[in-house]
């Protein structure tokens, strides 16, 4: 049976990683580089071995291609494209409308369509599949089903083996094959009611991780007025077997999911007129972190950053990935050279970002860690400078949030 995955990221090259056991996999991307590259068996994702990739194309079992008619015989069309905000922070579907595009015009038969990307509920329903229809001139009654992922790249402990995967489909029948194309890779399945509720579930969880960052992220604010530490009495709290489960402090929150995602479900809210205060405040905590931190680091220099060298360690947004979409570290960096300060980043994992590369690890008058990859040296940051910030309370003897 052959697969078609719209979009070879984060998301769809995984799937594909997974899916290429049992399926004939064409990963369906719109970039060039990206596409040339898998199809030499390179992997640009974390956690997507290249040579589990170049075993499947060995044996003709995936294909990266930007050709609609690669994708024209496939069965099943899982679609896993980006769903940014738009620049006033509402969903924007554009990802989602063009690879419905691809779909209605190339798919040459009746197939099962699944979504993977994270929207608001009544993506599946109201939008991909009036959109392919539109596409295709209604030429073919496909089954809609949507399957939020959860992937968190760059972990060792949960995979799309292990991870339990919500799905729903419009139709009975769509719900029954999309059960059968996961459960090949996937070792629970759990099927919802309505391809609303696996929406909504995907934006809650998420939305859940927000506001419990941001909480811990005031919190953090306060036990520093307090004069305690914020690590010793989350800690204490976490003592407590039941009805609490720890969020750590950081500069702010990052990738494609939690700085996202809380905005899509603001935004249903709204339109259904609840106004969704509480996930919009926690958002403004997170993103306000960054001045937070900016500001300890100034009032621990008697007001003046003026002209002092400050290196940011870790620009990824989370450790040990590349990922660098939405970081805190921007923020951070922004906020240091409106102070005044000349800013350098070190994150070797990163390499190259916004035409800057990584600096050495030294020689700065002020460290400021922000994301902390296993493979940095805990001593070297703290030889890196005189003054060393620390926001992830992994730094033993750095000052810190
Ligand atoms: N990254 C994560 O950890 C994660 C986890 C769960 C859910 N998601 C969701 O999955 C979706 C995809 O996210 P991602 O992280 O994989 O994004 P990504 O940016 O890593 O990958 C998206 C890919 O889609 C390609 N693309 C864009 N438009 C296209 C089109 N019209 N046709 C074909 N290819 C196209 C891009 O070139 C890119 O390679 C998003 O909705 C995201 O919210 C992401």
């Given at each position: 049976m052959k697969v078609a995955i719209i979009g070879q990221g984060y998301v769809g090259l995984t799937i594909s990683a997974f899916a290429g056991e049992f399926f004939d996999v064409v990963g369906f991307d719109n970039n060039q580089r990206i596409v040339d590259q898998l199809n030499s068996g390179i992997s640009h994702i974390e956690g997507v071995e290249s040579s589990l990739l170049q075993s499947w194309i060995k044996v003709g079992r995936y294909q990266a291609s930007m050709k609609g008619e690669d994708i024209a015989d496939a069965e099943i069309v899982v679609i896993a494209v980006p769903t940014p905000l738009s620049l006033d922070r509402k969903p924007d579907l554009t990802f989602i409308d063009a690879a419905c595009k691809t779909i209605g015009e190339n798919i040459k038969s009746s197939v099962l369509v699944i979504n993977e990307s994270t929207s608001f509920p009544g993506t599946i329903r109201n939008y991909i599949k009036p959109a392919i229809e539109k596409y295709s001139e209604g030429k073919f009654e496909h089954l809609y089903a949507?399957?939020?992922?959860?992937?968190?790249?760059?972990?060792?402990?949960?995979?799309?083996?292990?991870?339990?995967?919500?799905?729903?489909?419009?139709?009975?029948?769509?719900?029954?094959?999309?059960?059968?194309?996961?459960?090949?890779?996937?070792?629970?399945?759990?099927?919802?009611?309505?391809?609303?509720?696996?929406?909504?579930?995907?934006?809650?969880?998420?939305?859940?991780?927000?506001?419990?960052?941001?909480?811990?992220?005031?919190?953090?604010?306060?036990?520093?007025a307090l004069g305690i530490s914020v690590y010793e009495t989350l800690d204490a709290a976490d003592t407590k077997p039941y009805g609490f489960m720890k969020f750590t402090p950081s500069a702010g929150v990052g990738g494609h999911c939690i700085p996202v995602d809380p905005?899509?479900?603001?935004?249903?809210?709204?339109?259904?007129?609840?106004?969704?205060?509480?996930?919009?405040?926690?958002?403004?905590?997170?993103?306000?972190?960054?001045?937070?931190?900016?500001?300890?680091?100034?009032?621990?220099?008697?007001?003046?950053?003026?002209?002092?060298?400050?290196?940011?360690?870790?620009?990824?947004?989370?450790?040990?990935?590349?990922?660098?979409?939405?970081?805190?570290?921007?923020?951070?960096?922004?906020?240091?050279?409106?102070?005044?300060?000349?800013?350098?980043?070190?994150?070797?994992?990163?390499?190259?970002?916004?035409?800057?590369?990584?600096?050495?690890?030294?020689?700065?008058?002020?460290?400021?860690?922000?994301?902390?990859?296993?493979?940095?040296?805990?001593?070297?940051?703290?030889?890196?400078?005189?003054?060393?910030?620390?926001?992830?309370?992994?730094?033993?003897?750095?000052k810190g949030l």
């Open positions: 949507i399957s939020p992922e959860r992937v968190d790249p760059g972990r060792g402990d949960f995979n799309q083996r292990n991870t339990p995967r919500l799905y729903a489909g419009l139709t009975p029948e769509a719900s029954a094959r999309t059960r059968d194309f996961y459960s090949k890779f996937c070792d629970k399945l759990i099927e919802v009611s309505s391809p609303e509720v696996a929406e909504a579930a995907k934006l809650f969880e998420n939305t859940f991780r927000q506001v419990n960052i941001a909480l811990v992220n005031e919190f953090a604010q306060i036990a520093n905005s899509y479900l603001a935004a249903v809210a709204e339109e259904h007129g609840v106004p969704a205060t509480f996930i919009r405040r926690a958002n403004e905590v997170n993103l306000e972190m960054s001045k937070y931190i900016v500001n300890r680091v100034v009032a621990d220099h008697r007001g003046d950053l003026q002209g002092k060298s400050v290196l940011v360690v870790g620009v990824a947004y989370k450790p040990n990935v590349a990922d660098v979409r939405e970081t805190a570290a921007e923020l951070v960096i922004e906020h240091f050279r409106s102070q005044g300060a000349v800013v350098s980043w070190h994150d070797e994992v990163v390499g190259n970002w916004k035409g800057e590369s990584s600096a050495p690890l030294h020689g700065a008058d002020i460290t400021v860690v922000v994301t902390k990859h296993d493979s940095v040296d805990e001593k070297k940051i703290l030889a890196s400078a005189p003054y060393v910030f620390d926001t992830t309370g992994k730094v033993n003897g750095a």
